[in-house]
């Protein structure tokens, strides 16, 4: 029997084994998506040494923020209208801040310009290999030695190509296979309208003067139905669950996710979770009652993503917005709701009910389930591989952008590829999963379409520390004080995870200073400009003031003498004379 010094040791040499033995030799990388999250994993490779080859199967980069007049299968697709839900600087990836003059809260167009702005500095293009999709990755046969994956690819033209590489990323989303539960709805088959799901709708244009019901309440649900409630003779939103509802624009106007951000709030909502969010909750009802507008949810603020949207409250108190229960049946042309009420004469249906994930080039070996989650460390690594050579890149959700989330976990990958960050055993992963996973399921309202979730700013320092790249805020403090403030205080922006370790930026510092000029900047479309002050009328004020006052005291002086005086005969009470001097 070894003795438990022995077997520390050889477990120590497994998990050295499992992460540098094939990694250090991982050399060639493919990258599977050019979206933010493929981007930043391109760019990963490269600041690492590696090198890789990106597999897009559109002809252009963005991903999700590629607008597409026509959805095409297989893809992410967006509508006209679409405005990104985290501002700028908070969505901005660690290395790279935003144009000062780019709008907060950004179209998609300046979305996507922002993303061919970050290509073409770090060179990423040419790395890109478009109009190609994977149609398998599967381990080779000596894999157990090698740690090597077969990519097989698929040209527009139907050349099909297999080509060897020492590692995986996998970039592709999960915005990409529509969700259409038809058969929770009786009577969906006969019903006389137009119904498709969100994922087709690209704008409101034919829906002119149509009685249109939006089903589901998360972000889609919302956008669509404001977005259609412009033309629509009127729009009826039905929710099963609730949402809560918050605006982009926070206090003194400022982005709300730049406001409520820091670290220090973090803190205080690990210290006080069930305080904190009762205070935010009332405080969103002191603006909009949920419980009026019947959005209330069962579910606490931080439980669910919220629906990020300024204009629902405004259609919903015009009128031109009405909110629904869930709906029980179709009939005809009718939509009958569970509480019995029903709307007829309805022309379009929208079904805003997510997306369902899945790799179907992956082996089905990978695709293992915890709950509803896959079975990934860190939502990164699949720990059943003897070698960790494949892995996840942006499929997460949390209370915050997902470019800061992919780049960090593109970060810590392409170190483990190479060996410069082992992995616990896989006995100690999948316990590790276990544990979030039902750590997850209690603190969040998870389910099948929204399978994860995570604490933005914890998960991040739990990577970058994995990395090496934490900020250390005590250290900060003794250090660089004013520099600590910021990121103590001020929104906890990605370029505090570029300060010290790998990957350190030189311009990390100055970007987190001038953070708020970058803010501000796209406001100064008409500066105001405060009156100047009369100087001769100041000084002149300022001189009668200093006299007047001068002569108050004075009088005030000499009253007072002049009452002591008066006081202090016999005839008066000692009190009295004790109060006049």
């Known amino acids: 029997m070894l003795s438990t010094e022995n077997s520390t040791i050889l477990q120590t040499a497994n998990v050295c084994n499992r992460s540098v033995s094939c990694a250090s030799m991982v050399q060639r990388v493919a990258v599977i998506g050019a979206g933010p999250s493929g981007l930043t994993s391109i760019k990963g490779c490269l600041d690492e ?156 244009e034919g829906l002119e003067g149509k009685r249109v019901v939006v089903i589901g309440i998360g972000n889609s649900g919302g956008d ?121 004469k309805v022309d379009v249906v929208v079904f ?10 992956l082996p089905s070996a990978l695709q293992a389930k915890c709950g509803y989650r896959l079975q990934l460390y860190k939502h990164v690594f699949p720990p059943a591989l003897t070698s960790p050579t494949l892995a996840v890149v942006g499929f997460i959700h949390s209370f915050g952008a997902i470019n800061p989330l992919a780049e960090m976990q593109a970060r810590w990958a392409t170190r483990v590829f190479k060996g410069l960050t082992a992995l616990p055993t896989e006995e100690n992963m999948m316990k590790e999963i276990e544990k979030d996973t039902a750590a997850m399921y209690q603190k969040f309202a998870c389910s099948e379409r929204n399978p994860l979730q995570e604490d933005y700013i914890p998960y991040l320092d739990s990577l970058s520390e994995e990395v090496g790249v934490r900020p250390n805020i005590p250290w900060l403090f003794f250090k660089d004080p004013t520099l600590a403030l910021q990121v103590f205080l001020g929104p906890s922006t990605p370029y505090q995870y570029r300060l010290t370790g790998p990957g350190k930026w030189a311009g990390a510092r100055q970007a987190i200073l001038t953070q708020w000029d970058r803010v501000f900047q796209p406001f100064k479309t008409r500066v105001v400009t405060e009156p100047k002050p009369d100087v001769t009328h100041s000084s002149k004020l300022s001189i009668i003031m200093f006299l007047s006052g001068a002569t108050l005291l004075c009088c005030i002086f000499y009253n007072k003498l002049h009452f002591a005086s008066y006081f202090s005969a016999s005839s008066f009470p000692r009190s009295l004379q004790l109060f006049a001097g």
């Open 224 to 344: 669509i139905a404001v977005d259609v409630s412009r033309v629509a003779e009127k729009v009826y939103l039905s929710t099963r669950s609730g949402a809560w509802v918050v605006g982009r624009v926070g206090p003194g106007g400022l982005p709300l996710d730049v406001v409520g951000s820091s670290r220090m709030d973090a803190l205080i909502r690990k210290l006080f979770p069930s305080w904190t969010n009762t205070v935010l909750e009332k405080k969103l009802n002191q603006a909009l009652d949920h419980k009026l507008y019947g959005l209330k949810p069962k579910h606490g603020f931080f439980a669910q993503i919220p629906v990020v949207n300024d204009d629902l409250p405004a259609r919903i108190i015009s009128g031109r917005v009405a909110v629904k229960p869930n709906v029980r049946e179709f009939c005809g042309s009718s939509v009958v709701f569970v509480d019995g009420s029903t709307i007829d």
């Open 49 to 204: 040494g590696l090198e890789p080859t990106c597999f897009e199967s559109s002809d252009d980069i963005g991903g999700l923020w590629r607008f597409k007049e026509k959805p095409e299968p297989g893809r992410a697709n967006i509508y006209k209208s679409v405005i990104i839900n985290s501002s700028k600087e908070m969505m901005s990836f660690s290395d790279f801040p935003p144009p000062a003059d780019l709008p907060n809260n950004m179209h998609h167009s300046e979305v996507l310009l922002y993303l061919r702005l970050y290509a073409q500095t770090f060179n990423l293009l040419p790395h890109i290999r478009f109009q190609t999709t994977v149609i398998s990755v599967r381990q080779k046969t000596n894999f157990k030695v090698t740690g090597q994956w077969e990519v097989e690819t698929e040209s527009r033209e139907g050349q099909r190509e297999t080509r060897d590489f020492d590692a995986v990323m996998v970039c592709t989303g999960h915005f990409t296979q529509p969700h259409l539960p038809l058969r929770d709805f009786p009577g969906i088959e006969r019903f006389q309208g137009k119904y498709f799901h969100s994922w087709e709708y690209c704008s409101a």
């Open 352 to 361: 805003a009910t997510g997306y369902n994930y899945s790799f179907p080039f």
